[in-house]
């Protein structure tokens, strides 16, 4: 009775295990395929997938109007919209790379290219870019960044728009207080204790303690101490005394001029505090223009540059780019290009741009009224076209880079937040999982 | 000789009638019905479940594979020696499943029992205390954080205006206060599942024990500790069994109200494996966490249903 029991469970075994390896040796076939087909018929009718790392009902309704003019000009090819909600793209992308199964297109952070360049996910545009008639309109500084800080310093991201991160202000609740708009650290401490009052719901400022705080805590940090180095000599600058200094008094702000609840906040909820009415300041970046422009009135909403260090300077963070990039398995990489190229051009990035009010790359556009128009665009441009600005580099190629700030900072700020870990100890413990990650990236390529 | 002739014939015949060797289709019907499910079974269930015990002996990271390496016990190694957040996670969901699954038995049995009684709108009363079962747990998490919200949820204003706080609370920012907030929004979902399954159990209870237990003399509290709990022994036994591994295995409300937080004080070990493997991307360490949670599963129902003697004394 068992021996036929097991027999049976044998025979299934390997019938389900010829399945799956007939599964794997087919896609082993078609992945040569792949690579074998170069030329490409240009009539040929061809469907494109795109992946869009930021969807939602802002943006995209933008992608699918510009997916609809590309495929009215190229009516052989076909575009099929995918859009992946921010806090869980990475994930996503990571999954289709590891499981070859990418889009032909995406939109993808500048931060995430090394790491999809080192995992080989990504085809190099140089040749396609070179050929291009609009390669010299294209923002020189940001398409030098992507080459730089990739392995093979070549191009595997085409930046359409250009972010910085800035803090939204309530003017209308500074004028009525008769104080002042803040330009320094102390002034932002100040108005956040001045603008609080509580028994009215009105809080001087909102933390991000939820998911992607660690963002906001690491850009902000920077621009207190002026720090230009990461990693200095395989130590992280993470944890230095300014950076310490900086968080006490932030952390500080945190129920007295903040609201309680904001330990969980992640985008939605501190964005909606701000365009709710009951907070005064938020730190984010000029992208989310177009929720504050729906929610509030010209006049209640206004975008200035994060305050300057000690000795006068602004900081951003390098790299503050999203880029169109290609994939390695797409079948049709001429047909995916174009739809790069056109989702660079001046018309598209123009209509991004403007819809979303990011700054676009492609210099055609910076010419157009509304960017002059848009004083959120200006304030951007203060920032980098100062030549005093500090422009820190964040080590987008450390493979943990990512999965540190997710798993080591989200929850350490709201350890802080709750008293049960100490700011020393936060800073420490980020700073070594960040020297750990250097270590063995070290170990592993520079042998 | 005759006689013998007579009673060699049925002998001899009966050898005649032997069946020839010949594919015997009968034999492997069974076998034929059941190889699409099994096929599904093996591909579907058993598969995975290899390949997460192999994944929990390699270092697989799909962010960084060129890491990937075989660990051998690297990883049960760093759970339980390096890991500081693994225990503080079983501890975590040690509470969760024995508040969980307690509280949800007592109000589970209570609505059981009156819904069991006869009155007006029976029926309607039933179907009304059944939908929360029929929620999903997204739509119940986006309505729980409605009502827990500080600046405009419903908890808030009730018990103001009841005077038992006097200034708007964030029920989900507080270490003590989310837990309970999230064991209060799970309860309320997971006592249909009790109420269903032991009002079914109630129903088959023969009405003729109630009858002797009443000769007997026994009033409501003897006739319910000797009539009616012996006879949901076995539909308790395996109710609790099952929400155990249901609310061990838990992440949707929990993801979705307070995604572990505030620092970890929500984060049981099913939360942990989904913050490793699905946002570290650390699938090798997030699979070792699996198997760990595999075991306390396989070894805490084996010891439950010894306890229990459950199907002993039952049927």
Redesign the interface.
Known sequence: MYTKFFK??AA??M??SL??AGCSSDSGSSKEANTKEKKEDPNEKVTLTFWDENAGPQRTPIWEELIKRFEEKNPNIDVEYVGLPKDSAK?KY??S??AEDTPDVGSVQTSWLP?FA??EALLPLDSYFDKWDEKGKINKGAVAFNKEIVVDHKLYGVPYTQNLDILWVRPDWFKEKGTKIPETWDEFFTAAQQQTD?AN?RYGYTIR???GGSFQLQRLMYAYSGEKDYIKDGKSTINNKKHVEFLKKYFALYKQNT??????NGYKEMIAGFD?G?VAMVQHNIGSFGEHKEALQPDQFQAIPLPKTADGKYVAEGGNTIGISVFKTTKHPDAAWKLAAFLNSKESQSYWNQQVGQIPTNSDVLSESWVKDSPHIQTAFKVYDDKETILYEPPFYL??Y??IL??VVD?GT??V??G??TVEEFLNEWAKAIEDAQK?YDE?FKK | MNLRQELEVPAVSTEKKKPLKKFKIDKWIPYLFILPSTLMIVTFLFYPIGTVFYYSLQHYDISAPFYNAFAGLDNFKKIFTEDKLFFPSLLTTLKWVVSEVGLQLIFGLTAALLLNQKFKFRGMVRSAAFIPWAISGVLASVMWSLMFNEHMGVINDLFMRLGIISESKAWLAGSTSAFISVVIAELWRGIPFFAITLLASLQSIPEELYEAAKVDGANRVKTFLYVTLPSLKNTIVLTTLLRVIWEFNNVDLLFNLTGGGPAHSTTTLTMYIAEQAVHGSNFGYGSALTVVVFAILLVFAIIYLRITRYDREGN
């Open positions: 049976t469970v299934t075994s019938a389900a399945l799956l994930a990571d999954a790379i590891a790491e080192l995992r509580k719901n303690g939820g998911a609201p309680q609840s904001d330990i969980t709710t009951a493979p943990e990512r999965s997710d798993t929850p709201q350890a937040m709750s049960k870990m063995k592993h």
